[in-house]
Nanobody, 120 residues
Framework: QVQLVESGGGLVQAGGSLRLSCAAS????????MGWYRQSPGKQRELVAAITSGGSTNYADSVKGRVTISRDNAKKMVYLQMNTLKPEDTAVYYC??????????????WGQGTQVTVSS
């Protein structure tokens, strides 16, 4: 069964750091783009950062300079290093991946989400 599993969320004080990890598992032939999204109560899910299979990155303006996305293609993992966290970064963070599965079927997958809470 193909799945994405996030880890690394938690409670941190403003100014602190967290590193989120997401592991893809199952019958995956390859992975195209991977990314992190977040959703806070009453708001739409928004892109935080994305990374292509070649390593090109894209960040939301609200996190530029504070967040770094990276990936390990061999391990089928994507990471989000978040520094200088602010209370407004509080949200559920979701991992997303564009996967190529058996029979070259391409599919978009989401993780279950991990809570990040930043206290002031």
């Amino acid at each position: 069964q193909v799945q994405l599993v996030e880890s690394g969320g938690g409670l941190v004080q403003a100014g602190g750091s967290l590193r989120l990890s997401c592991a893809a598992s199952g019958s995956i032939l390859s992975i195209y783009g991977m990314g992190w999204y977040r959703q806070s109560p009453g708001k739409q899910r928004e892109l935080v950062a994305a990374i292509t299979s070649g390593g090109s990155t894209n960040y939301a303006d609200s996190v530029k300079g504070r967040v770094t996305i990276s990936r390990d293609n061999a391990k089928k993992m994507v990471y989000l290093q978040m520094n200088t966290l602010k209370p407004e970064d509080t949200a559920v963070y979701y991992c997303n991946a564009d996967l190529v599965l058996a029979f070259n079927r391409r599919s978009d997958y989401w993780g279950q989400g991990t809570q990040v809470t930043v206290s002031s």
